[in-house]
């Protein structure tokens, strides 16, 4: 169905908000109006999202925009990350202004492109051509790069320039994979107009020609890699991730990540359609996602900065992820309920480590000690985060990391198996040894104990409660979006309402 200007204003409002923001000289109207274009951007998703699901996939101008269920997971996903990422930003912020520490300048900045940033993660997830979707995640890298620095140091600039350089050079390698796709479509009987649309090119994969689209494929892996997180290209997240402010870094692991690997399933059933199926591309992401667990898990014993561990944490679950992609069949599901389980356990883990660095007034963990004594509602919200990132039952990553080695065993990818066992195991043993003392610990007497409001409350309880519901419970109409949007990256095709295709 024509639903062009529903999926542009995904795009167009939270640019505006942006720009409206800037129109202010109250820090506090000029923070308000950021986050309200981007709660009515979730208004506006959520209805698109809904029609997927009802009545199947969204088109608009002459197909160049497209929502179909596996673009509609994912928008979802980052609807809930940015959301809620946007509330503890008015916490968080809020604080800083009320004690003088942020100028106008600071806020201004963050306000300016705080929407904007989610506007280009729609923009990524909403393009049907491949050459926009490319220019949409070089845009996050744009808009997200001076969100980093907001707070200006030596180490956010630092950080901002270090994550500029490597992504930029990454997505320059995205770019080449775009253009081999364009070159192995050339003799596709397509108006050029159309030949980069995703549809067309599914519909046509067996034109394709084979060397070219693998080719294409390991420039799209590595530069989208490097903008997801994927060891060895993710030297960039962990200086980015704990020199932003707490409600970037949310939304950096809780859903960026995600969109530079949305970028990358858009090509496997390409690939494997090109290739006769034989599941080349699927090795690939196995590879890189047990390589990123063991890495991970590497940096993860010797840690001390909290923000530090948690971005390390992203490199072992963006692992665990792509693990799950490439082993196929029940780890594309487990992969895509990873997906959300992750996101939503490190939206509230780096909300918490943002809120007990200000009460601390410190991110080394050394210094952090007693956190549910000292702070017991932002206490409590990390200890359970960081108990359900490292896989504690009944946590839903418990459940979705289970149903990957699953995957593995039923496989015969015993090799696999063990590799996935000896990284989440030494990460569930070292992050455990970080997590008790930052909850149970003795504080510091010189730690003034920091009161929580309902606000506080309800972005703790609500995570926590639907990461511990899902670990034991998943809804029916859960399950068939989680289907639907697996279905598309192994076949290409979405299960649609009443079991057609």
Same mark, same amino acid.
């Given at each position: 169905?024509?639903?062009?200007?529903?999926?542009?204003?995904? =795009?167009?409002?939270?640019?505006?908000a942006?720009?409206?923001?800037q129109?202010?000289?109250?820090?506090? $109207?000029?923070?308000?109006?950021?986050?309200?274009?981007v709660?009515?951007?979730?208004?506006l998703?959520?209805?698109?999202?809904?029609?997927?699901?009802? $009545?199947?996939?969204?088109?608009?101008?002459?197909r160049?925009? #497209?929502?179909?269920?596996?673009?509609?997971?994912?928008?979802? &996903?980052?609807l809930?990350?940015?959301?809620?990422?946007?509330?503890?930003?008015?916490?968080?912020?809020?604080?800083?202004?009320?004690?003088?520490?942020?100028?106008?300048?600071?806020?201004r900045?963050?306000?300016?492109?705080?929407?904007?940033?989610?506007? $280009?993660?729609?923009?990524?997830?909403?393009?049907?051509?491949?050459?926009?979707?490319?220019?949409?995640?070089?845009?996050?890298?744009?808009v %997200?790069?001076?969100?980093?620095?907001v707070?200006?140091?030596?180490?956010s600039?630092?950080?901002?320039?270090?994550?500029?350089l490597?992504?930029?050079?990454?997505?320059?390698?995205?770019?080449? @994979?775009t253009?081999?796709?364009?070159?192995?479509?050339?003799?596709?009987?397509?108006?050029?107009?159309?030949a980069?649309?995703? %549809?067309?090119?599914?519909?046509?994969?067996?034109?394709?020609?084979?060397?070219?689209?693998?080719?294409? #494929?390991?420039?799209?892996?590595?530069?989208?890699?490097?903008?997801?997180?994927?060891?060895? /290209?993710?030297?960039?997240?962990?200086?980015?991730?704990?020199?932003?402010?707490?409600?970037?870094s949310?939304?950096?692991?809780?859903?960026?990540?995600?969109?530079a690997?949305?970028?990358? +399933?858009?090509?496997v059933?390409? =690939?494997?359609g090109?290739?006769?199926?034989t599941?080349?591309?699927?090795?690939?992401?196995?590879?890189?996602?047990?390589?990123?667990?063991?890495?991970?898990?590497?940096?993860?014993?010797w840690q001390?900065?909290?923000k530090?561990?948690?971005?390390?944490?992203?490199?072992?679950?963006?692992?665990?992820?792509?693990?799950?992609?490439?082993?196929?069949? +029940?780890g594309?599901?487990?992969?895509?309920?990873?997906?959300?389980?992750?996101?939503?356990?490190?939206?509230?883990?780096?909300?918490?480590?943002?809120?007990?660095?200000?009460?601390?007034g410190?991110h080394?963990?050394?210094?952090?000690?007693?956190?549910?004594?000292?702070a017991? =509602?932002?206490?409590?919200?990390?200890? @359970?985060?960081?108990?359900?990132?490292?896989?504690m039952?009944?946590?839903?990553?418990?459940?979705?990391?289970?149903q990957?080695?699953?995957?593995?065993?039923?496989?015969g990818?015993?090799?696999?198996?063990a590799?996935?066992?000896?990284?989440?195991?030494? &990460?569930?043993?070292?992050?455990?040894?970080?997590a008790?003392?930052?909850?149970?610990?003795?504080?510091?007497? $010189?730690?003034?104990?920091?009161?929580a @409001?309902g /606000?506080?409350?309800l972005?703790?309880a609500?995570?926590?409660?639907? +990461?511990?519901?899902?670990?034991?419970?998943?809804?029916?109409?859960?399950r068939? &979006?989680?289907?639907?949007?697996?279905?598309?990256?192994?076949?290409?095709?979405?299960?649609?309402?009443?079991?057609?295709r």
């Amino acid at each position: 169905m024509e639903h062009g200007w529903l999926l542009a204003s995904l =795009v167009v409002v939270p640019v505006l908000a942006g720009l409206l923001s800037q129109v202010f000289t109250s820090r506090e $109207a000029e923070l308000e109006t950021a986050v309200g274009g981007v709660l009515v951007t979730a208004g506006l998703g959520a209805l698109a999202i809904g029609k997927v699901f009802s $009545a199947g996939p969204l088109f608009g101008f002459s197909r160049w925009l #497209f929502l179909d269920a596996l673009s509609a997971y994912h928008l979802a &996903v980052m609807l809930v990350v940015f959301t809620l990422s946007s509330l503890f930003a008015l916490r968080y912020f809020g604080e800083e202004v009320r004690e003088g520490r942020l100028t106008l300048a600071q806020v201004r900045t963050f306000a300016g492109l705080w929407p904007p940033a989610l506007g $280009a993660m729609v923009l990524v997830v909403v393009s049907n051509n491949l050459g926009i979707m490319w220019v949409g995640m070089e845009a996050t890298t744009l808009v %997200t790069s001076f969100l980093i620095c907001v707070h200006m140091t030596r180490g956010s600039l630092e950080a901002m320039w270090k994550y500029m350089l490597i992504c930029s050079v990454g997505i320059g390698f995205a770019f080449l @994979g775009t253009l081999m796709i364009r070159v192995a479509a050339k003799d596709l009987p397509l108006d050029p107009n159309q030949a980069l649309l995703w %549809t067309n090119l599914l519909a046509n994969t067996g034109a394709l020609a084979p060397s070219l689209v693998k080719a294409a #494929f390991l420039f799209v892996l590595v530069g989208y890699g490097t903008k997801a997180g994927l060891a060895p /290209l993710h030297t960039w997240l962990p200086d980015a991730h704990s020199k932003a402010p707490a409600p970037v870094s949310a939304v950096f692991s809780g859903f960026m990540l995600n969109t530079a690997l949305y970028c990358v +399933l858009r090509y496997v059933p390409l =690939v494997e359609g090109a290739t006769g199926h034989t599941g080349w591309a699927l090795r690939l992401l196995t590879g890189f996602g047990l390589f990123s667990i063991l890495v991970a898990a590497a940096f993860i014993l010797w840690q001390h900065d909290l923000k530090r561990l948690l971005a390390y944490h992203s490199v072992e679950h963006l692992g665990i992820i792509a693990l799950g992609f490439g082993l196929g069949g +029940l780890g594309t599901f487990a992969a895509l309920f990873h997906t959300f389980n992750h996101s939503l356990c490190k939206t509230l883990s780096f909300f918490a480590a943002g809120r007990l660095g200000q009460v601390y007034g410190t991110h080394d963990m050394e210094r952090m000690g007693g956190s549910c004594t000292v702070a017991p =509602v932002w206490g409590i919200g990390l200890l @359970g985060s960081l108990l359900a990132l490292i896989g504690m039952a009944p946590f839903c990553l418990f459940m979705s990391e289970l149903q990957i080695l699953k995957a593995a065993v039923d496989g015969g990818n015993y090799a696999v198996v063990a590799l996935f066992l000896a990284g989440t195991g030494a &990460v569930f043993l070292g992050a455990l040894g970080h997590a008790l003392p930052l909850a149970l610990g003795k504080p510091s007497p $010189a730690v003034v104990p920091a009161p929580a @409001g309902g /606000l506080d409350v309800l972005l703790v309880a609500g995570p926590l409660v639907v +990461l511990l519901l899902l670990g034991v419970w998943m809804p029916g109409p859960c399950r068939g &979006v989680l289907e639907q949007a697996a279905a598309i990256v192994q076949h290409g095709s979405a299960v649609l309402p009443g079991g057609g295709r």
